[in-house]
């Protein structure tokens, strides 16, 4: 959802995981950059940017569906996407399945065998069930509650189901199970390259010959490599199509921002409130401004086997 | 039960016991498009062991042929068999580990530890 910097940062500084942080060695750095802007730079151990095993990221998510399960609000956990050119509705969501639609690329997926890797709480998964109905859905993720979310919403589905699994080891699924991975705004977040690169050796082998990875997320074009070249490094996949759409994540956070802040306001205590503005990437914060200068780029992408 | 048929274990291992300690019934409406399509992809020797791991009152035919896939009868047992028994609470084993992977809740736990990565 947010930059891996900024889910640490909010990751040490949070009550409820104190104790994940001091496992981990957190160090932060406070450096002050102008009058009015002060950086926190965070390093948990002694590797930056890269957590051998991440979990506190899964830790993360597993404390939000435990403390807000029905906050309407977030039952998409991904940036959005809004058309340059159209008025967009706030009140309904609308760029959170658009982002869905995008990354979909209007490959098939009626009647197809789909897997959504890092489904978060479902909704994703409930929306493109009934929009394009695929023969069978499975959503993974490596956060419990979550899934347990997902189950208690969308159990109704009968061909939609839920499995908790790590989507940086191996998947629990025959080779050739799918004829489509979908991962929408989560490879940020496994931890860096190595563990990219074990997701997307998993996705070739569990992909049947003709099936598609349709992916998208931030990358950071600071660092060696970026996202995109982690899922093709390794020489199991390659893009058939790449499209850069961060101007339109950041006009659907610019849409987003009055609500997003209105339920920050409402929900959040006070004291976690920068936190939160970062993590749902609003304007003003870290990542926002990262995009806009464009030291972070939004893609998404069409992958096939090699 | 749909699920549990095309999870497998850690490297090889397929298909995994059932070990149930809860097992509710549920409804599902009858689809026979659904299930005929579905049925394409089950492998029907995993099931039988499934519902005889269950200890489930349902008689599976031997084998599953060509015929018996259009057949209403049979599709309206495959319906039941793989939609209306949800494992609550359990357990999928690995053939060929032993590992242990739970069912909690209908939902079941896959997570590999860091030493059963190679």
């Known amino acids: 959802m947010s930059s891996s910097e900024t889910i640490k940062e909010i990751v040490s500084k949070c009550e409820d995981t104190k104790e994940t942080a001091n496992k981990c060695e957190v160090k932060q750095e406070t450096v002050i950059k102008s009058d009015d802007k002060v950086e926190i730079v965070t390093t948990i151990g002694d590797k930056k940017n890269e957590v051998e ?24 956990m991904n940036y959005g996407y809004a058309h340059l ?21 209007g490959k098939t997926i009626k009647d197809k065998d789909i897997l959504e890797v890092s ?75 190595k563990a990219v690169r074990q997701f997307a050796h998993e996705v070739a082998r569990v992909l049947r010959p003709n099936g598609y990875l349709l992916w998208c997320d931030t990358c950071h074009i600071d660092q060696t490599g970026s996202s995109i070249e982690y899922l093709t490094d390794g020489g199991e996949l390659i893009v058939e199509e790449k499209v850069n759409i961060t101007k339109n994540v950041l006009r659907a956070r610019d849409i987003m ?46 992958l096939t086997k090699k | 039960m749909l699920t549990s048929n095309i999870l497998k274990g850690v490297t090889k291992g397929f298909p995994l016991k059932i070990k149930a300690v809860k097992v509710e019934n549920v409804s599902v409406d009858y689809n026979r498009d659904f299930v005929a399509r579905i049925l394409q992809r089950i492998e029907y020797g995993a099931l039988q062991s499934a519902v005889k791991d269950l200890g489930l009152n349902e008689s599976l035919p031997e084998t599953m042929s060509d ?52």
């Open chain 1, 53 to 76: 095993e991440d979990n506190s990221v899964v830790e993360w998510y597993n404390g939000l569906a435990k403390a807000y399960p029905d906050s309407k609000e977030l039952q998409f």
């Open chain 1, 85 to 105: 050119d159209q008025d967009q509705d706030a009140e309904t969501g609308q760029c959170y399945v658009q982002l869905y639609e995008q990354v979909i690329a």
């Open chain 1, 119 to 193: 489904c978060g709480r479902g909704a994703g998964a409930a929306w493109c069930v009934e929009k394009y109905s695929p023969q069978s859905y499975i959503g993974l993720d490596a956060s419990s509650n979550v899934i347990e979310l997902c189950k208690r919403n969308h159990s109704n589905i009968k061909n939609l189901s839920f499995v908790v699994s790590n989507a940086s080891k191996p998947f629990p699924f025959p080779d050739q199970s799918f004829d489509i991975v979908l991962s929408v705004e989560a490879t940020h977040a496994y931890g860096g390259p």
């Open chain 1, 257 to 302: 921002n009055k609500s997003g802040v209105e339920f920050i306001d409402r929900v959040i205590p006070m004291n976690q409130r920068k936190l939160w503005l970062d993590f749902a990437g609003m304007p003003g914060s870290l990542i926002y401004e990262n995009l806009r200068e464009e030291r972070i780029i939004y893609w998404r992408a069409v």
């Open chain 2, 67 to 118: 015929a018996m896939q259009q057949d209403d009868e049979f599709l309206k047992l495959m319906h039941k068999v793989l939609l209306e028994y949800e494992i609550e609470e359990g357990e999928l084993i690995c053939p060929e580990t032993g590992r242990k992977f739970p069912i909690s809740k209908g939902i079941p736990n896959m997570l590999l530890q860091e030493t059963e990565v190679s």
